[in-house]
């Protein structure tokens, strides 16, 4: 993932629910494009911050059984207000169902108590080895790697045993 829109994972209840948050400030890149004199945090990229949850909650819910955890479908995102450097964007997500080869999730995200964006998200959960089994090495590497940002996240505080490398 080329952006990680997680700071940390705030609350973590495996098949339920996530709670994260994302502190905004100006050193983020996209901002001196989004907008020169008036910065705001893209809405895809507050929507790549719920996907990101989902992928969390996911993982943690799995073990980590799947190596690559994707969005397949967003719909009735609704964009209510900006969020702007120096603000925290808190995100709500709720597990709607979880099952071995995709989930669904209704995301909310916050600053204060004010909703900013909201959407139902459907992702896909896959390894590579499924298609090619010459790829499982790689599917360990990936959730290797996985494990240790969701320690760094703080999601190990919730789900010790999910740390494990």
């Not at 705030?10 to 905004?24: F, M, N, S, Y």
């Amino acid at each position: 993932m080329k952006f990680v829109l997680i700071d940390r994972i705030t609350a973590l209840e495996p098949g339920r629910r996530l709670v994260a948050t994302k502190a905004l400030t100006l050193a983020e890149e996209y901002l001196a494009d989004h907008f020169p004199t008036f910065p705001v945090m893209p809405g895809v990229m507050m929507l790549e911050a719920m996907v990101q949850s989902a992928a969390w909650l996911v993982r943690a819910t799995m073990d980590f059984s799947a190596s690559l955890v994707t969005l397949e479908e967003a719909k009735n995102v609704t964009y209510k207000s900006f969020v702007a450097p120096g603000r925290t964007l808190e995100l709500r997500i709720d597990a709607v169902r979880i099952e071995p080869r995709g989930s669904e999730f209704r995301g909310v995200g916050v600053c204060g108590e004010r909703e900013m964006v909201k959407a139902q998200m459907r992702l896909r959960h896959a390894n590579l080895a499924d298609r090619d089994p010459s790829l499982a090495e790689l599917d360990r590497t990936l959730v290797q790697q996985a494990r240790r940002l969701f320690s760094l996240l703080g999601g190990a505080t919730f789900v010790p045993a999910a740390a494990g490398v």
